[in-house]
């Protein structure tokens, strides 16, 4: 099974011919699945949620979204009142999906909040009960790989560009150790990196995307990341933007102990 991850869109300042290479891209390589770990709009306009529905129209294959903190309405009390209306309406209704397939059993989550006791609400969290339902989901998973997405990173790799907050943080690893998960797509800095975390015998792998089509690059340039699974090993190949196409730029792979 192929999966391609892309994140951080942000419709509203993205490179439009950036978006037509990855579409480009996607209809020749034929992923079976992409996954979209939020932010695919800049400032939550219905006129950037259009944009990306009639983009995701375009994807010969399903599409498996969470939102990000940019997916939010700004400064506008429907952010108050109906933080995820905009985004039920134009990508999904469910803000966090489980999909379940005979290889790869995945579970998403909003790590994004209308308001955060901190002055910068960009910043994630994780709640009790989100942890219990990611308990829940995989209590019963048969597929032998366990992937889970969210926007913010829960681990901060080395010379980051952003760092960030995910307050419960600790609650979140524990719980994703207590269940096994396998890999952790995630988001939001804008900076790709695979981070392995050995706990009790298991190892995690916490793959971060670049931003795939923005224009809000920072230290690298776009790109998204492109898992190949069979029943007991992935092949993380991390594509970068060169000469008007995406191209491996760097390529990992885990086998199951």
């Known amino acids: 099974m192929k999966i391609a991850h892309i994140s951080d869109l942000h419709f509203g300042s993205l490179s439009r011919p950036v978006s037509e290479v990855l579409i480009r891209h996607f209809q020749a390589d034929k992923p079976d699945l992409v996954v979209v770990s939020g932010d695919i709009t800049q400032d939550a306009t219905c006129s950037e949620f259009e944009e990306a529905r009639a983009f995701f129209d ?13 997916d939010l ?14 985004y039920k309406r134009f990508i999904a209704e469910d803000l966090e999906p489980e999909l379940k397939t005979d290889l790869v059993h995945l579970k998403g989550i909003n790590t ?9 609400w960009a910043n994630g969290s994780v709640s009790q009960r989100q942890c219990r339902d990611i308990q829940r989901s995989y209590a019963d998973a048969t597929a032998p790989w366990r992937v889970f997405v969210m926007h913010h990173p829960v681990m901060n790799a080395r010379e980051m560009p952003l760092q960030v907050s995910l ?16 890999i952790v797509l995630a988001g939001h800095q804008h900076h790709a990196y695979v981070e392995n975390r050995l706990t009790g015998g298991h190892t995690t792998i916490f793959v971060n995307a670049s931003t795939t089509t923005s224009l809000r690059i920072r230290r690298q340039p776009n790109g998204f990341n492109m898992l190949n699974f069979t029943d007991k090993a992935v092949r993380i190949d991390r594509m970068e933007l060169k000469d008007e196409a995406f191209h491996i730029y760097e390529a990992v792979t885990h086998t199951k102990v």
Request: charged share 25%; aromatic share 12%.
């Open 58 to 70: 375009l994807l010969p294959m399903p599409v498996f979204c969470i939102p990000g903190n940019h």
């Open 73 to 86: 309405p700004g400064m506008d009390m429907e952010r108050f009142y109906d933080p995820w209306g905009r």
């Open 112 to 120: 994004a909040r209308r308001v955060l006791a901190h002055w910068n």
């Open 167 to 182: 307050f419960n943080r600790n609650r979140l690893l524990k719980c994703l150790d207590d269940v096994r998960v396998d």
